[in-house]
DNA sequence: CGGCTTTGACCCGCGC
DNA sequence: GCGCGGGTCAAAGCCG
């Protein structure tokens, strides 16, 4: 189980080496000048931006930890799902205009969609290893994206062709009781890491350009 | 006491 | 014009 973990994480690197390597000049900007690019800088962020987290099916809270703060200021329970929708703005800067919407996946509420808008006009970028202000403790599982962009225009379509993903990554999170606590120590290790929380938040980002070579944490080897 | 979440009310765009 | 539904506001309460 622990050697999944490791090899998933090989395969991340090999991965962020190939974005490293290319012309991107999001992720160049980030990885040679250190600076956080601006969001209007990256290819897609005009689009609305969708997120899968697969969480704990246990945990009811609609917090992920993405890197920056949020403050929620409404829940509303949408037509569509009856999982309430949570709004979120960020809270790292005064004046930024970025927000996003969390709810629960209609035919799976262990999947919290995410959907962000606006852009951060500030350069802050917490550590995933911290919390949240407010945020009292969730069971996220560390970003587990398990779409990219253009699928995850289609909920339905993003959850039948996945299925055997997320069962894949509910066994190996949950089903072994003594291999969690060592995969919960080995995340943890990871999560305290600034360079894999970088690289998270890079694949993340990368995420959102639909390419299908970057469903890496999709494939089952 | 300050900052947060909660939650009902309100606003506004859209379809009919 | 009206009703519906999504998004936002703001007062109240909670918590560290």
Known sequence: MLEDQRRKYKNLQSYLLEIKNSKSSYVHNKLHTNKRT???????????LQVFVRTHPNDITLIIKDGYEWRKY??????DNASPRAYFRCSMAPNCSAKKKVQRCVNDSSIIV????????????????????????NNNLPLTIIENYKEALNIDHALSTNKRVCKDIMEQNYNDN???????EYVSSLMKDPEF????????????IAQPKQQFLLEKE
Request: hydrophobic share 30%; net charge positive.
């Open 38 to 48: 601006r969001l209007e800088d990256f290819p897609t962020a005009k689009k609305p």
């Open 74 to 79: 409404g829940q509303k329970v949408t037509k």
């Open 114 to 137: 995410a959907t962000y808008d606006g852009e951060h006009n500030h350069d802050s970028f917490l550590p995933s290893s911290s919390t949240p202000k407010g945020s009292m403790g």
């Open 178 to 184: 003594n291999n969690n606590l060592k995969i919960g």
């Open 197 to 208: 929380t970088i690289a998270i938040a890079e694949a993340v980002a990368q995420s959102i």
